[in-house]
């Protein structure tokens, strides 16, 4: 069985090109067996395309076929879900390739195209997709015209352009559809969930593994302060607490219920709206200490973390309020008491002989421990870096005398252990510290860099005092960021963005207009089309306005278009001798003279001329006029404006 | 044996046939296919583009998901857009017959078209088909035309009828179909289908008195003459018109010939449609020789000549001979 080179394929290289573009949003998420795989059936199909291969056999197609639905169930444990999906629609891509041979083969193949597209939307609804989806739509949506188009479709150029008019036409009801169309209140199906890992606070801290969370500029949340911005040293945004360390790693609290603690606040709120990107946990990362908050969508931890009732998996919005001044907590549990000393059964005994003597210089008086260790911390040569040695089995002790360089979490972590084995209550608190006010936009941006560790002790009448022992290593960390803090040669994410005023000002812009881009599109809902409605002066709009709305657009956008196609096809002007002819005819249609469909216009008028002999000589002048112009050599200028003044001079 | 579901649409086809050509009438020539009698449904992929749309979109909304959602929406608009195309593509476009191709029974006539785009936008892949089965699309450019071209088969000699044929066009995704059903009522004439070669015609009657003063070849340019009705428009002197001179037709003179006169009368025992056959052949191998040759039917007699039209001519007079529907 051969295939011929018909125009049956017509368009294959378009569809090629559309189904790379389409995967290449794909391909960091992909299997790199899967990308092989795809490439090499793209290639095989375009050399039996060139040189004219038989296609493989039935069976051969459904073995591939077959192999590669259980090779992505073996990888992924399942064929749902956005991961496995993607997977298997790309390798349904390559298998459909290699059957390909028919215009209907090819547009199957784009309709695939289309929904990788879509797939990567609902993983990742950032601003930066855009370009990378539009040109990927305009690729398909050519590749499928260059597939139809014919004779029309063999310029990739013309291809291109005409696609691009398409969209550009289409633009208009898409937005008016994207304003209008109901939207759901809530999911009518479930919510497909862990879908992917995602950089992010983790619920587990190893003082001495590396992080990488420290160097991913990427925005962790915006806020939106109703009122003055606290200080950079006021800015704590409270992640989960742990409380269980084992030697090696911080841990929450697993199974263990504790009673909730009363909070005093003092002074007035700080009220902000927050938007915190995807990040698949249930942390509301709330500006410590929260006082308030819509009490549907949250609730607030025994150890005052704020917690949504499910993960977050796209972006959301809260309102809430906080207390900078606060006491936390009336009195301690004994249950949370032995878990916030608890230490490990051994490991690090120079750690633990320093809390013992600390207890025993300052009896009864933790406020004096956590000083005299902030102290040692302060005077002593310790360093904070982020690129700190790997510590091995006894990492407290490592740190706090050998090492003595590390980044919050390790001075989080030391001052933690110690102050339990000096028998205050402690824990580390995680989340993040800081924010970068953008001007531009009027919010404050908190990266994933800003992400900080810090601890929090029982002072039995205060309650729950937080204590920052990066601060007295490092005081520019909680004042000036993370970048300010560093050396010149640490690897700091945007230390460019520092650098140069340029880059500054447009890494500013770029993430005001991903700011815009969250608030306005991404997080645009059944409420903010009403308020549109409501700005457009629909008086009390409901779902009834929206979809009067829609269809009264829908309808418009259709006559437009129908008026534009009629323009579009309109006749081209005719020349001037038939336009002065057809004044002529119409004219002598008074007299009740017509020309009919199959006589000529010199036929006419002489038959125009004997049937109105008062006319006659006029007639015959255009009559011959008109013939010269027509049929003769080309027409002058002279004889256009003798017809012209005789058709003027015409009255019947 | 037909299914009951082939059996119910072929009847639906048939009610829905009559009613178009009830609504429609007849057309004349040249037709002007205007937006109020072209129909458009979505293809095979059409349905399938608008059923991943309607998933897309559903999937958008319950994940709350605004860039899927304006995905879909994008892609439902586009379309939609490209309906509009789909149909303007077809609305507009005006045909007329340009000339029939006769053929003898049992080979197909032809039908030869031109699709004429008056507007200034080109109008790609028209398909011209007899019934819906697609024939080749023809690209139509911006102000011009392009030929198309309809095959029919002939099965027995006479009027072929174009009763019915369809311009419908997928430009430009493929998602749509326009089509517009034409009832021309062009015809074409199938010739008798000649009999075996081999039986000589009877003695050659050699009428050799007015058949050269009359026989015009095409060879060498002799003078104008006024002219008549049915004049190839390629021999009018358009600068002897230009000059207002009158309309001339350009005259040119043949070859000499010998001539037979094939008669009908010298096959008795025949029936009609074997003596047809016969003189069929006789005509077709003295054409093929360049011999000229003349007619004999009753009532009918064609004087000998030659040249294609003289040929065509004869065989028309055959192929209509003693057929009732043969005068219009």
Same mark, same amino acid.
């Given at each position: 069985?051969?295939?011929?080179?018909?125009?049956?394929?017509?368009?294959?290289?378009?569809?090629?090109?559309?189904?790379?573009?389409?995967?290449?949003?794909?391909?960091?998420?992909?299997?790199?067996?899967?990308?092989?795989?795809?490439?090499?059936?793209?290639?095989?199909?375009?050399?039996?395309?060139?040189?004219?291969?038989?296609?493989?056999?039935?069976?051969?197609?459904?073995?591939?076929?077959?192999?590669?639905?259980?090779?992505?169930?073996?990888?992924?444990?399942?064929?749902?879900?956005?991961?496995?999906?993607?997977?298997?629609?790309?390798?349904?891509?390559?298998?459909?390739?290699?059957?390909?041979?028919?215009?209907?083969?090819?547009?199957?193949?784009?309709?695939?195209?289309?929904?990788?597209?879509?797939?990567?939307?609902?993983?990742?609804?950032?601003?930066?997709?855009?370009?990378?989806?539009?040109?990927?739509?305009?690729?398909?949506?050519?590749?499928?015209?260059?597939?139809?188009?014919?004779?029309?479709?063999?310029?990739?150029?013309?291809?291109?352009?005409?696609?691009?008019?398409?969209?550009?036409?289409?633009?208009?009801?898409?937005?008016?559809?994207?304003?209008?169309?109901?939207?759901?209140?809530?999911?009518?199906?479930?919510?497909?969930?862990?879908?992917?890992?995602?950089? !992010?606070?983790?619920?587990?801290?190893?003082?001495?593994?590396?992080?990488?969370?420290?160097?991913?500029?990427?925005?962790?949340?915006?806020?939106?302060?109703?009122?003055?911005?606290?200080?950079?040293?006021?800015?704590?945004?409270?992640?989960?607490?742990?409380?269980?360390?084992?030697?090696?790693?911080?841990?929450?609290?697993?199974?263990?219920?504790?009673?909730?603690?009363?909070?005093?606040?003092?002074?007035?709120?700080?009220?902000?709206?927050?938007?915190?990107?995807?990040?698949?946990?249930?942390?509301?990362?709330?500006?410590?200490?929260?006082?308030?908050?819509?009490?549907?969508?949250?609730?607030?931890?025994?150890?005052?973390?704020?917690?949504?009732?499910?993960?977050?998996?796209?972006?959301?919005?809260?309102?809430?309020?906080?207390?900078?001044?606060?006491?936390?907590?009336?009195?301690?549990?004994?249950?949370?008491?032995?878990?916030?000393?608890?230490?490990?059964?051994?490991?690090?005994?120079?750690?633990?002989?320093?809390?013992?003597?600390?207890?025993?210089?300052?009896?009864?008086?933790?406020?004096?421990?956590?000083?005299?260790?902030?102290?040692?911390?302060?005077?002593?040569?310790?360093?904070?870096?982020?690129?700190?040695?790997?510590?091995?089995?006894?990492?407290?002790?490592?740190?706090?005398?050998?090492?003595?360089?590390?980044?919050?979490?390790?001075?989080?972590?030391?001052?933690?252990?110690?102050?339990?084995?000096?028998?205050?209550?402690?824990?580390?608190?995680?989340?993040?510290?800081?924010?970068?006010?953008?001007?531009?936009?009027?919010?404050?941006?908190?990266?994933?860099?800003?992400?900080?560790?810090?601890?929090?002790?029982?002072?039995?009448?205060?309650?729950?005092?937080?204590?920052?022992?990066?601060?007295?290593?490092?005081?520019?960390?909680?004042?000036?960021?993370?970048?300010?803090?560093?050396?010149?040669?640490?690897?700091?994410?945007?230390?460019?963005?520092?650098?140069?005023?340029?880059?500054?000002?447009?890494?500013?812009?770029?993430?005001?207009?991903?700011?815009?881009?969250?608030?306005?599109?991404?997080?645009?809902?059944?409420?903010?089309?009403?308020?549109?409605?409501?700005?457009?002066?629909?008086?009390?709009?409901?779902?009834?306005?929206?979809?009067?709305?829609?269809?009264?657009?829908?309808?418009?956008?259709?006559?437009?278009?129908?008026?534009?196609?009629?323009?579009?096809?309109?006749?081209?002007?005719?020349?001037?001798?038939?336009?002065?002819?057809?004044?002529?005819?119409?004219?002598?249609?008074?007299?009740?003279?017509?020309?009919?469909?199959?006589?000529?216009?010199?036929?006419?008028?002489?038959?125009?001329?004997?049937?109105?002999?008062?006319?006659?000589?006029?007639?015959?002048?255009?009559?011959?006029?008109?013939?010269?112009?027509?049929?003769?050599?080309?027409?002058?200028?002279?004889?256009?404006?003798?017809?012209?003044?005789?058709?003027?001079?015409?009255?019947? | 044996?037909?299914?009951?579901?082939?059996?119910?649409?072929?009847?639906?086809?048939?009610?829905?046939?009559?009613?178009?050509?009830?609504?429609?009438?007849?057309?004349?020539?040249?037709?002007?296919?205007?937006?109020?009698?072209?129909?458009?449904?979505?293809?095979?992929?059409?349905?399938?583009?608008?059923?991943?749309?309607?998933?897309?979109?559903?999937?958008?909304?319950?994940?709350?998901?605004?860039?899927?959602?304006?995905?879909?929406?994008?892609?439902?608009?586009?379309?939609?857009?490209?309906?509009?195309?789909?149909?303007?593509?077809?609305?507009?476009?005006?045909?007329?017959?340009?000339?029939?191709?006769?053929?003898?029974?049992?080979?197909?006539?032809?039908?030869?078209?031109?699709?004429?785009?008056?507007?200034?936008?080109?109008?790609?892949?028209?398909?011209?088909?007899?019934?819906?089965?697609?024939?080749?699309?023809?690209?139509?450019?911006?102000?011009?035309?392009?030929?198309?071209?309809?095959?029919?088969?002939?099965?027995?000699?006479?009027?072929?009828?174009?009763?019915?044929?369809?311009?419908?066009?997928?430009?430009?995704?493929?998602?749509?179909?326009?089509?517009?059903?034409?009832?021309?009522?062009?015809?074409?004439?199938?010739?008798?289908?000649?009999?075996?070669?081999?039986?000589?015609?009877?003695?050659?009657?050699?009428?050799?008195?007015?058949?050269?003063?009359?026989?015009?070849?095409?060879?060498?340019?002799?003078?104008?003459?006024?002219?008549?009705? !049915?004049?190839?428009?390629?021999?009018?002197?358009?600068?002897?018109?230009?000059?207002?001179?009158?309309?001339?037709?350009?005259?040119?003179?043949?070859?000499?010939?010998?001539?037979?006169?094939?008669?009908?009368?010298?096959?008795?025992?025949? *029936?009609?449609?074997?003596?047809?056959?016969?003189?069929?052949?006789?005509?077709?191998?003295?054409?093929?020789?360049?011999?000229?040759?003349?007619?004999?039917?009753?009532?009918?007699?064609?004087?000998?000549?030659?040249?294609?039209?003289?040929?065509?001519?004869?065989?028309?007079?055959?192929?209509?001979?003693?057929?009732? *529907?043969?005068?219009?």
């Amino acid at each position: 069985m051969t295939e011929p080179k018909s125009t049956g394929l017509r368009g294959l290289d378009g569809v090629l090109v559309a189904l790379a573009v389409a995967v290449a949003g794909h391909v960091t998420h992909l299997p790199p067996w899967i990308t092989l795989l795809l490439v090499a059936a793209g290639a095989w199909r375009w050399t039996a395309y060139r040189r004219g291969w038989p296609l493989p056999p039935m069976w051969l197609r459904v073995t591939v076929a077959v192999a590669a639905t259980v090779a992505v169930f073996a990888s992924y444990r399942t064929l749902s879900g956005i991961e496995a999906g993607t997977a298997f629609l790309v390798l349904m891509a390559g298998v459909k390739l290699l059957e390909t041979r028919s215009g209907r083969d090819l547009t199957v193949v784009t309709f695939i195209c289309f929904f990788l597209l879509y797939a990567a939307l609902l993983r990742d609804q950032q601003l930066r997709q855009l370009p990378w989806v539009l040109a990927g739509a305009l690729l398909v949506t050519g590749a499928l015209m260059r597939v139809h188009a014919g004779a029309a479709g063999d310029s990739l150029r013309e291809v291109l352009r005409r696609t691009a008019v398409l969209m550009l036409q289409a633009a208009p009801l898409a937005l008016a559809l994207f304003l209008l169309f109901p939207r759901l209140p809530g999911p009518f199906w479930g919510i497909a969930a862990g879908q992917s890992a995602r950089t !992010g606070l983790n619920d587990e801290m190893t003082p001495g593994d590396v992080s990488d969370l420290s160097v991913s500029g990427e925005a962790a949340f915006r806020v939106r302060f109703t009122g003055a911005v606290p200080p950079p040293a006021q800015r704590y945004w409270r992640g989960p607490v742990l409380h269980e360390f084992d030697g090696r790693s911080w841990r929450r609290t697993r199974g263990q219920a504790f009673p909730q603690q009363e909070v005093v606040a003092a002074g007035e709120p700080v009220e902000y709206q927050v938007t915190l990107e995807p990040h698949d946990r249930n942390w509301i990362l709330a500006l410590d200490l929260a006082t308030q908050w819509p009490e549907r969508e949250a609730y607030r931890s025994f150890d005052f973390q704020l917690l949504a009732p499910r993960p977050l998996t796209e972006l959301t919005t809260y309102r809430l309020s906080a207390h900078t001044r606060y006491r936390a907590g009336t009195s301690l549990p004994e249950s949370l008491r032995r878990k916030d000393l608890q230490l490990p059964p051994e490991g690090n005994p120079r750690a633990v002989s320093l809390g013992r003597r600390l207890a025993a210089q300052h009896p009864q008086d933790p406020q004096a421990i956590a000083n005299a260790m902030l102290r040692m911390f302060h005077e002593q040569p310790y360093v904070y870096t982020l690129e700190p040695p790997k510590l091995a089995d006894n990492a407290v002790d490592e740190f706090l005398f050998e090492t003595r360089k590390g980044f919050c979490e390790h001075y989080a972590s030391a001052f933690t252990f110690v102050m339990r084995a000096a028998g205050v209550p402690a824990r580390v608190v995680t989340g993040y510290q800081g924010g970068e006010l953008n001007p531009i936009g009027g919010y404050l941006l908190v990266r994933q860099s800003d992400a900080h560790a810090w601890s929090e002790i029982w002072l039995g009448a205060r309650g729950w005092v937080r204590m920052d022992p990066t601060a007295a290593v490092a005081p520019e960390r909680i004042e000036r960021g993370l970048i300010g803090s560093m050396g010149a040669d640490e690897p700091v994410p945007g230390r460019l963005r520092q650098d140069s005023e340029i880059w500054f000002q447009a890494s500013l812009a770029w993430d005001a207009a991903n700011d815009f881009w969250n608030e306005r599109i991404v997080r645009f809902n059944a409420a903010s089309q009403l308020q549109l409605l409501e700005r457009l002066g629909v008086d009390e709009p409901d779902w009834r306005t929206l979809g009067l709305g829609m269809t009264a657009s829908v309808a418009a956008f259709f006559v437009a278009l129908s008026i534009y196609l009629a323009w579009r096809y309109r006749e081209p002007p005719k020349d001037w001798p038939a336009r002065l002819h057809s004044v002529v005819a119409r004219r002598l249609r008074r007299r009740g003279i017509e020309q009919h469909p199959a006589e000529g216009p010199v036929a006419f008028l002489d038959r125009a001329a004997s049937a109105c002999p008062d006319l006659a000589l006029e007639i015959v002048a255009i009559r011959d006029v008109y013939a010269a112009l027509r049929y003769g050599p080309l027409p002058t200028e002279t004889e256009l404006r003798r017809l012209k003044h005789l058709v003027n001079r015409l009255r019947p | 044996m037909r299914s009951p579901i082939r059996r119910l649409r072929a009847a639906f086809d048939e009610r829905m046939q009559a009613w178009l050509r009830r609504r429609q009438g007849i057309d004349r020539d040249p037709v002007l296919l205007h937006g109020r009698r072209i129909y458009i449904l979505p293809t095979r992929l059409g349905i399938a583009y608008a059923v991943m749309v309607f998933a897309m979109v559903m999937g958008g909304l319950n994940y709350n998901n605004n860039l899927g959602l304006g995905l879909a929406l994008l892609l439902a608009s586009i379309g939609l857009v490209a309906m509009h195309h789909c149909h303007g593509t077809l609305s507009g476009l005006a045909l007329r017959l340009l000339a029939t191709d006769s053929a003898f029974a049992g080979q197909d006539v032809h039908f030869r078209l031109l699709l004429e785009n008056r507007s200034r936008a080109s109008r790609p892949r028209i398909e011209v088909a007899l019934e819906s089965a697609a024939g080749g699309p023809v690209d139509v450019p911006a102000s011009g035309s392009a030929p198309a071209e309809l095959a029919v088969p002939a099965i027995r000699r006479g009027r072929v009828e174009l009763a019915r044929f369809v311009l419908a066009t997928q430009h430009p995704l493929g998602l749509f179909r326009a089509w517009a059903v034409v009832h021309p009522g062009y015809s074409a004439i199938a010739w008798p289908r000649p009999a075996e070669p081999g039986l000589a015609p009877p003695g050659v009657a050699t009428d050799t008195g007015g058949a050269q003063d009359h026989a015009r070849g095409d060879d060498d340019f002799t003078g104008l003459k006024p002219y008549q009705a !049915g004049d190839s428009l390629r021999r009018i002197a358009w600068k002897a018109y230009a000059r207002g001179r009158g309309l001339h037709t350009k005259q040119y003179a043949g070859t000499d010939v010998v001539s037979h006169v094939f008669d009908w009368d010298s096959l008795p025992g025949l *029936d009609v449609e074997a003596r047809l056959a016969r003189l069929c052949r006789w005509v077709l191998d003295a054409h093929q020789r360049g011999e000229a040759f003349g007619l004999r039917l009753p009532g009918t007699v064609i004087e000998a000549n030659i040249g294609t039209a003289h040929y065509e001519r004869c065989l028309t007079t055959l192929a209509l001979f003693e057929l009732r *529907d043969a005068s219009d």
